[in-house]
């Protein structure tokens, strides 16, 4: 069987329920030249027609199972039927009948009884017409990809009725869809670099007054907002009587032609060895920001970089090698520059730092809408880990580090060159301390930095040392009264400055990467103590762990409840697993996942902080939890409102719907723990009973395992 690409003479396809009737079609047909392939019905008809892809159809009107009028429709919805001509044929002549074949599909439309010989005439006329059309648009797929490696569109102005015709070219070249192009003159004047608008609108007009070609250079603006430049040409079409019908033109893309300008702009404002901003560009950059800052109150920082002992390295191992090696440093300070994004507000999307090379070995960062000034801190220090690391240059293992100056806006400076000279200074204060650190300008700044930067030390001490100690919060049963459970909530027992709070030492545990091993050592313990406890007689009780973003989100989570849980044969079930709203709705499907394995090891799961969050019931519905915990600010407003506790007792009846154990966090008065248990509430923890204590404290709560009476 022929494809249709292999065939040499027109397919048609006969569409009839009567055999007669095919077989006189089919014959007038071969007997013209035609191939034809037959069909007794409609879904026949859409079987063939996959199956061959006819050139046209004749298609029967009143037929059993599927009419006409229903393969029509259908027809035109299979691959190669948007275009293929269909005769209908069909002993109905009323308007309505005709009308429904057109609207269905219908090419054209024949009645019976016909002349065999009319019916040959319409085919053939029908069948050039269609092989026409096919013709054109091959014709116009062809000019179209010849204006596209020439980058080249063509448009049509009629100044009567304001009318601009694009082509699919040039709308590419706008960076639109053609559907998307209002296809008016001030359409495409708004395309048009604000700049630039008005010399184009003058060119275009003056065609009409002055009669002459035109012939000019404008931007477009890109729907991204970038701008490329095109080479506009245009002439009026006039008529008889020399009165202008419209303008029509050409705008083709010269973005390689202004490749040399765009080379001397960057050789002026950009560093040739590294591709970053020289001095010139970033200080215009820091004259614009400061603007923003006077006018928005915000807070940005000037960072000075300089790499200490670089001019031995370049002048022990030659220039080439200090060439790479500034390289080599410019990359991997962009990329920690780049991570700086979350200590920044986004202002209308813009980036919200700004890296530079002032010449030699010097480097400036400006950090802007800062949420604080301390902020700037966080960037010099991922700057100074990130250089500490070795580069490889040439096979060559080099090291190198930084000693970074930081001066803040508003107060050390709010002009561009006194931020630069305090900074700078704030540098040298940097290497006179050691080098390979920070320093801010302000002496106050410097202090809580050099604060942070001890504590930082310490706490990495503490991992290794295991200075810290897990202090357990009960948790009891509102309708019994009973302790059911507890909150394991780690202390850090420092030698010098005693017990420390999580809110001490958490913050700077996130920062440096250390809350993971804290969390894990959090865990071992308090499946350690929970079943040590059940070892001396206690009743067995749920423990639950905070499980940080870092901790759940990574790869280890698993493997070390696994390790928790077989290390001390604790019960699965008396271990539960707590996470925030935004943990388990960052990253959706991964953490239903997650849970999903956790739930299989028989571990409870529960929801901190419930309502302060933004998960959708739809997904909440889907993770594998058994409990929500009330965060403790719904708690605190249950007495002062005037119908008390709308909020809690939607959060109650909803989680109850969802099978779910609630408890209520923060729970320090006697009223709230009765409206509580009016609500429904399940269970309970707060200072009203007890407050986080030691192991041993704990332990003294729990209930014995009642004996066994002896049968």
Request: hydrophobic fraction near 40%; charge should be negative.
């Amino acid at each position: 069987m022929q494809t249709f690409q292999e065939r040499t003479c027109p397919l048609a396809l006969v569409v009839d329920d009567e055999p007669q009737m095919r077989m006189l079609i089919c014959a007038m047909l071969e007997q013209s030249g035609h191939e034809v392939c037959e069909a007794e019905n409609g879904q026949q008809a859409l079987e063939r027609f996959a199956e061959r892809r006819p050139d046209i159809v004749l298609m029967d009107i009143i037929m059993p199972g599927m009419d006409g009028f229903t393969a029509c429709s259908r027809l035109r919805g299979l691959m190669g039927g948007s275009r293929v001509p269909i005769l209908v044929m069909t002993g109905l002549d009323d308007i309505e009948s005709i009308a429904k074949a057109y609207e269905l599909g219908a090419t054209d439309f024949i009645t019976k009884p016909f002349n065999l010989t009319i019916l040959s005439h319409r085919v053939r006329y029908m069948l050039r017409g269609s092989f026409t059309m096919d013709a054109l648009l091959k014709s116009e797929v062809r000019l179209g990809l010849a204006q596209r490696i020439a980058k080249i569109g063509t448009w049509e102005w009629r100044p009567d009725t304001k009318q601009f015709t694009a082509s699919a070219e040039f709308c590419r070249l706008m960076g639109i869809r053609s559907q998307d192009f209002a296809g008016t003159f001030d359409a495409y004047i708004q395309q048009v670099h604000a700049e630039d608008r008005n010399r184009v609108e003058q060119a275009l007009k003056g065609i009409l007054t002055k009669r002459v070609p035109c012939d000019i250079d404008h931007r477009l603006i890109l729907p991204n907002g970038a701008d490329f430049t095109v080479n506009l040409q245009a002439e009026a079409v006039f008529d008889d009587q020399m009165k202008a019908l419209s303008i029509v033109g050409t705008a083709q893309d010269i973005t390689d032609r202004k490749q040399s300008e765009r080379e001397i702009h960057r050789l002026a404002y950009f560093d040739s060895l590294t591709g970053l901003p020289n001095r010139v560009l970033f200080k215009d950059r820091v004259e614009q920001a400061l603007l923003h800052a006077h006018r928005y109150r915000t807070t940005m920082a000037m960072l000075f970089l300089d790499l200490d002992r670089f001019k031995v390295i370049n002048d022990t191992l030659g220039h080439n090698i200090g060439d790479l090696l500034l390289k080599s440093v410019a990359d991997r300070l962009a990329e920690s520059v780049r991570h700086s994004d979350s200590v920044s507000r986004s202002i209308d999307k813009e980036e919200n730092h700004s890296l530079a090379r002032l010449g030699g070995d010097e480097f400036t960062v400006l950090l802007t809408n800062l949420c604080d000034a301390q902020d700037a801190g966080k960037v010099a220090r991922r700057i100074v880990e990130a250089l500490v690391k070795p580069f490889s240059i040439e096979g060559r293992e080099i090291f190198v580090t930084v000693s970074i100056g930081i001066a803040i806006f508003p107060s050390d400076g709010d002009s561009v060159d006194t931020l630069l000279k305090n900074a700078d200074c704030a540098m040298y204060h940097a290497k006179e301390e050691g080098r390979n650190n920070f320093q801010f300008y302000s002496s106050t700044l410097n202090a809580a930095a050099s604060e942070r930067l001890a504590l930082e030390g310490e706490l990495r001490h503490a991992v290794e040392r295991e200075e810290f100690v897990v202090h357990y919060q009960p948790k009891i049963d509102l309708r019994t009264g009973g302790i059911i459970g507890a909150e394991a909530l780690v202390r850090w027992q420092h030698p010098q400055r005693g017990l420390m709070q999580p809110a001490e030492f958490l913050p700077a545990a996130v920062d440096t990467g250390l809350i993971r091993a804290i969390d894990e050592w959090v865990l071992r313990t308090a499946c350690r103590h929970n079943q040590a406890w059940q070892h001396r007689g206690k009743m067995p009780v749920s423990i639950s762990i905070n499980v940080s973003n870092s901790l759940f989100h990574g790869n280890t989570l698993l493997s070390a409840v696994e390790q928790a849980l077989s290390q001390t044969g604790l019960t699965p079930a008396c271990l539960e697993l707590e996470l925030t709203e935004s943990i388990a709705m960052r990253n959706v499907e991964a953490s239903i996942v997650m849970l999903t394995d956790l739930k299989s090891m028989g571990v409870q799961l529960c929801i901190d902080d419930f309502g302060t969050g933004y998960s959708s019931l739809s997904y909440l519905q889907r993770l594998p939890i058994d409990m929500v915990k009330i965060d403790q600010s719904f708690i605190r407003e249950i007495l002062t409102q005037a119908q008390p506790a709308p909020i809690v007792r939607a959060i109650i009846a909803m989680a109850h719907s969802l099978n779910l154990v609630v408890l209520a966090e923060g729970v320090e008065q006697e009223a709230q723990r009765t409206l509580l248990l009016e609500e429904g509430c399940d269970q309970a923890q707060g200072y009203l009973f007890g407050q986080p204590m030691p192991e041993h404290a704990f332990a003294k709560l729990l209930q014995p395992v009642p004996l066994r009476k002896a049968s």
